[in-house]
């Protein structure tokens, strides 16, 4: 149990491009997702929280605006990177979490690979 | 500064060996957890510890989280191959309920058959 689809696991286009990518849980309502970027040898760096049914909560130096998310239902998240730009390429990852208790672990999606030409 | 650490970086091990990473952290862990990563995919749910002094194990892997809960480690008995990756510890720092994590950068494991 506890699957997390993310989709498309590579993109490549061209710069100005907008990217949407899509996260969903497929087998438990996700009552918060969470969005993360991955630089090569470094940690995991969350972007974004999103909640079910509220705006996202975005982290520090984060672009609201450049990395728009959606959390429509309580099984799909999308994050739109738009106008995108060279420096937009990254590794993104999207997890999943349900129920409101401590003893609920994120779950992962495959990750996006994304390249910006 | 880095608010979770990990060791060592990377690890090379004879298949058969026993082997151990470790994770430690300034602050109170309100949750520790474990999971593996292989390049350029998603991250896979090894093991949660909560409680201090806390030990889980599932199959030839081993986690525990210290009394202090400041410090997990994972064991890994007679490595195999297929437990080549990266081992990333995440944890809640914050106790404020977001139940967001903070990762460290990982370890690299491989295995030499």
């Known amino acids: 149990g506890a699957v997390v689809s993310q989709h498309p696991s590579r993109v490549i286009c061209k710069s100005g491009t907008s990217v949407k990518i899509e996260c969903r849980s497929l087998d438990f309502q996700a009552t918060t997702m969470f969005w993360y970027r991955q630089f090569p040898k470094k940690s995991l760096m969350l972007m974004a929280t999103s909640n079910e049914g509220s705006k996202a909560t975005y982290e520090q130096g984060v672009e609201k605006d450049k990395f728009l998310i959606n959390h429509a239902s309580l099984t799909l998240s999308t994050l739109t990177v738009t106008s995108a730009h060279p420096e937009d390429s990254s590794f993104y990852i999207c997890?999943?979490?349900?129920?409101?208790?401590?003893?609920?672990?994120?779950?992962f999606g495959d990750g996006t690979r994304l390249s910006i030409l | 500064s880095q608010e979770l650490e990990q060791s060592p970086q990377s690890l090379i091990v004879q298949e058969g060996k026993n082997l151990t990473i470790n994770c430690t952290s300034s602050?109170?862990?309100?949750?520790l957890y474990w999971y593996k990563q292989k390049y350029g995919e998603g991250l896979i749910f090894l093991m949660m510890?909560?409680?201090?002094?806390e030990e889980k194990s599932h199959e030839k892997i081993t986690a525990k989280l210290d009394e202090k809960k400041q410090q997990s480690s994972l064991h890994i008995t007679a490595s195999q191959p297929s437990h080549a990756g990266i081992y990333l510890c995440g944890a809640d720092v914050s106790g404020a309920g977001s139940y967001q994590l903070t990762f460290g950068k990982g370890t690299k494991l491989s295995v030499i058959p």
């Open positions: 510890l909560q409680k201090g002094g």
């Open positions: 602050k109170t862990l309100y949750g």
């Open positions: 997890s999943a979490r349900g129920g409101r208790g401590r003893n609920q672990p994120q779950h």
